[in-house]
């Protein structure tokens, strides 16, 4: 199955800045998807990423704030944008790989 | 759409004791269900999964869980609870055909007692 390299693994960021987070595949993939875990919650689904084409978001988020880049087939970024407190989660990427879904290690982000 | 309903929050059971989480999905077709784990601080790890088939799937550290069609439940099992299965367990749900969003419950987190 593929492997999904995600870095930053963790950072702690000032508010009002921007964190970019990447997520590369070991494989060619169609579909990368980005998901948040707030604190004590379970995984929400920010967008699906395929490549050549616009993101598509999920209700509640919008590309302003979570802009997303999929140059290639085993590459992707999420960016958080303007960031405040409310902002920290982790963020993870994950793949289809046509035996399961993988995902990333996850990043942490704090906002302060 | 699909939705995922896990109905305990929060469960406490001995160790040695035998362990059920309850999942609930709602899919107008065959779904793939998904049983994933998450200890603390760490990301998370596949438990099993139903594609089709038999509808007893076995995973990893000695779980098991059932896919019953006609209760749209896949319930997770285990038969003796051991203190590092201490954790938070997600079950979710993807279309039947990959490649898709996976939705996931809210969680249960399962505390350990010796």
């Known amino acids: 199955s593929a492997v999904i390299s995600q870095k930053p693994s963790r950072d702690i960021c000032q508010r009002g800045t921007s964190l970019t987070i990447q997520c590369q595949v070991d494989s060619q993939v169609t579909m990368m998807f980005w998901y948040r875990q707030q604190p004590g919650q379970s995984l929400t689904l920010i967008a699906t990423a395929n490549q050549g084409s616009e993101a598509t978001y999920e209700s509640g988020f919008v590309i302003d704030k979570f802009p997303i880049s999929r140059p290639n087939l085993t590459f992707s970024t999420l960016t958080v944008s303007n960031m405040s407190p409310e902002d920290s989660s982790i963020y993870l990427c994950s793949v289809w790989t046509g035996l399961g879904y993988t995902f990333g290690s996850g990043t942490r982000l704090t906002v302060v | 759409a699909q939705s995922v309903t896990q109905p305990d929050i929060h469960i406490t059971v001995s160790e040695g004791a035998s362990l059920e989480l309850r999942c609930n999905y709602s899919?107008?077709?065959?779904?793939?269900l998904f049983w994933y784990v998450q200890s603390p601080g760490q990301g998370l790890q596949l438990l099993l999964k139903y594609f089709s088939g038999d509808t007893l799937v076995q995973g990893i550290k000695g779980f098991e869980a059932e896919f019953k069609r006609s209760q749209s439940s896949f319930n997770l099992r285990k038969p003796s609870v051991h203190w590092s299965d201490a954790a938070e367990y997600f079950c979710?749900?993807?279309?039947?055909?990959?490649?898709?969003?996976?939705?996931f419950g809210t969680g249960t987190r399962l505390t350990i007692i010796p």
């Open positions: 979710a749900v993807a279309p039947g055909r990959g490649n898709e969003k996976l939705t």
């Open positions: 899919y107008g077709a065959t779904p793939y």
